[in-house]
């Protein structure tokens, strides 16, 4: 296997593990925020749970990253690419107001969509439009194959990450951010994707420091996330956000170590999930609503109930997303 095939191999693989963490982590959702209905051991096992999904958004943006940044800019190419993603955007807003009007008897108005997404898990879209606009500029910036430049960026971004962390504790709001390291994590994530990947070889970092900081990272999540719940008396969730350094570091060393993998041999069942990622992504609340409805969350048992959801959950999106690539004449998506 090449070198070039050996690592859209890994991405691969990077994206199915995020699609199934962010399957996995809004049903982990769904029970942290029925806290303090729900039993307590359900509750402790859904906040870990929660802590190891975290990474699956972070890792999106890099996977996008990793393949975007290495191409020659392309200015038409670029544009279609950002048209595309916008048009997908206001398209599956249209399809969840009418969802959301027809089974949920919830309004939306229309000219609201780009201040308060339809779904929150919306939000991604937007900042993809967003990112992808500015391609370009992305691609210029890297272009010099400056691996100085670039560990200055990586160090930067979570310092400045740490730093904002700190001052967030403290509830110390931060009115004038720093420009590109401060105001966008995610344009971060997406860079650090290609930087990872570019000088993989070049990066001796002990994959077993990088699988410690994994666990010390979600754990101080976990600890912080259980402390101000069990604290406050309501489900607290500002420690996980994707701005934290915690849980920056686990996505950026996830990432790592899939990058540092050799011979992953390409799987038939894999592949099918990587085709239908994106529908997957879009699909599953559709079904997560379902449930939702009809089931009162603080009577089931995390342990029973969320493996349980989640083959449900993914059987029915997979099998979904497929028939709407195949209604589209795309049939070979599986």
């Not at 992808?132 to 100085?148: F, H, M, R």
Request: hydrophobic residues 50%.
């Amino acid at each position: 296997m090449s070198k070039k095939s050996n690592i859209d191999q890994r991405l691969e693989y990077l994206r199915v593990f995020s699609c199934l963490m962010v399957i996995l982590g809004h049903i982990a959702n769904w029970f942290m925020r029925a806290y303090p209905d729900i039993e307590m051991s359900s509750y402790v096992g859904a906040v870990l749970l929660n802590g190891v999904c975290r990474v699956s958004v972070p890792l999106f943006f890099m996977i996008s990253g990793a393949l975007l940044l290495e191409q020659r800019t392309d200015y038409k190419k670029n544009t279609k690419r950002t048209l595309n993603m916008l048009s997908k955007t206001v398209l599956w807003t249209a399809i969840y107001i009418v969802w959301d009007f027809l089974y949920l008897g919830d309004e939306y108005i229309f000219r609201d969509m780009f201040a308060t997404p339809v779904r929150v898990h919306f939000w991604f879209l937007f900042v993809m439009v967003g990112i992808y606009a500015t391609v370009p500029l992305w691609q210029k910036l890297v272009s010099g194959d400056s691996q100085e430049l670039m560990r200055y960026f990586s160090i930067a971004f979570l310092v400045i990450l740490a730093i904002s962390f700190v001052l967030r504790f403290f509830r110390m709001e931060v009115t004038y951010e720093i420009p590109l390291l401060g105001s966008s994590c995610y344009a971060c994530y997406f860079i650090m994707g290609y930087v990872i990947r570019h000088y993989i070889d070049r990066i001796r970092i002990n994959k077993w420091i990088s699988v410690a900081a994994i666990f010390v990272c979600m754990a101080v999540t976990d600890f912080l996330t259980l402390f101000f719940t069990f604290k406050t008396g309501v489900h607290y969730e500002a420690f996980s956000g994707f701005s934290s350094v915690f849980v920056a570091i686990p996505s950026l060393s996830v990432f790592y170590l899939f990058m540092k993998m050799k011979d992953l041999k390409p799987l038939r069942w894999m592949t099918v999930i990587s085709a239908n990622s994106f529908g997957i992504y879009m699909i599953h609340v559709f079904f997560l609503d379902i449930l939702q409805e009809n089931i009162n969350i603080s009577k089931v048992n995390f342990y029973i109930g969320a493996p349980i959801f989640f083959i449900i959950l993914l059987s029915l999106s997979i099998l979904s997303s497929w028939l709407y690539e195949k209604a589209k004449g795309k049939s070979d998506a599986i």
